[in-house]
């Protein structure tokens, strides 16, 4: 995923990552309803904790998935 995305790939503390990105995306949506205009960063930053990075993008590889976008 490194060398696809070009960038490093971090595991999150969180062992459910799907089901906390959609609670996530509840609440900034709630927010939202209520007439509090908030970026999803702004939730992100506070709610997100990083564990460990998993993989760094392999440069020559990174080129070679770029060169096919």
């Known amino acids: ?3 696809i995305l070009g960038t490093p790939v971090a595991t999150l503390q969180e062992q ?3 089901a906390y ?5 509840t609440i900034w ?3 939202r ?6 970026a999803i ?4 930053n506070d709610m997100v904790k990083k564990d460990k ?5 392999n440069p020559d590889k990174a ?4 060169a096919l976008q």
Do not use: N
Request: proline fraction near 3%; hydrophobic fraction near 40%.
């Open 41 to 44: 960063t702004e939730i992100t």
């Open 29 to 31: 949506t709630y927010q």
């Open 16 to 18: 459910e990552a799907a």
């Open 53 to 57: 990075l998993a993989a760094e993008p």
């Open 33 to 38: 309803e209520h007439g509090r205009t908030v």
């Open 21 to 25: 990105g959609a609670a996530l995306q």
């Open 1 to 3: 995923m490194a060398d």
């Open 63 to 66: 080129r070679i998935y770029a």
